[in-house]
């Protein structure tokens, strides 16, 4: 991108746009909602502070952004035009962090799943709903469905 702004300016600007655009996280919280899961947000006691939270489960999901956080594809190895080392350095940052966080999250017994930005259109579309149910286990009100009608 052409860019007149300082790299702090533009990391200010961009990292604005980041915090009020979510649609793809809550997509994805809607999308959990509706197969019957309930979740906790943005669990700050937990490395990472991950966007949706299953304590009993000691699950995590995280919706990421592919250019925050340096996503294989084409979106998330993008750099801007101007101050490339800048951007490689603090990206390539963000990318060392998760790790670590992700690290952090399994020693204390979570199991993490991250759904890439790019991925959130085909997982809602209903690809992937199968690989989530498999991943959290089966929801609540159902395993109290089925509990009910046991005999
Ligand atoms: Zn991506």
């Known amino acids: 991108m052409a860019d007149n702004l300082t790299p702090a300016e533009r990391s200010r600007v961009?990292?604005?746009?980041?915090?009020?655009?979510t649609r793809p996280e809550i997509a994805v919280r809607r999308l959990l909602h509706r197969m019957g899961y309930r979740?906790?947000?943005?669990y700050?006691?937990?490395?990472?502070?991950?966007?949706?939270?299953?304590?009993k489960r000691r699950k995590?999901?995280?919706?990421?952004?592919?250019f925050w956080h340096r996503h294989h594809c084409r979106n998330g190895q993008r750099l801007p035009r101007s101050h490339r080392r800048f951007w490689r350095r603090k990206l390539e940052g963000n990318k060392a962090r998760d790790?670590?966080?992700?690290s952090k999250l399994r020693k204390l017994g979570y199991a993490v799943r991250i759904i890439?930005?790019?991925?959130?259109?085909?997982i809602c579309a209903g690809q992937g709903r199968r690989d989530l149910r498999h991943f959290l286990g089966p929801?609540?009100?159902?395993?109290?469905?089925?509990?009910?009608?046991?005999?």
Request: net charge positive; glycine share 4%; aromatic share 8%.
């Open 116 to 122: 890439w930005e790019c991925e959130v259109a085909q």
């Open 39 to 42: 979740y906790r947000l943005h």
């Open 44 to 55: 700050s006691e937990l490395p990472g502070n991950p966007d949706i939270v299953f304590p």
């Open 139 to 151: 929801p609540l009100s159902r395993t109290k469905k089925q509990r009910i009608s046991a005999p």
């Open 99 to 102: 790790q670590q966080n992700l």
């Open 60 to 66: 995590v999901v995280f919706v990421n952004g592919c």
């Open 14 to 21: 961009m990292s604005r746009v980041r915090a009020v655009d």
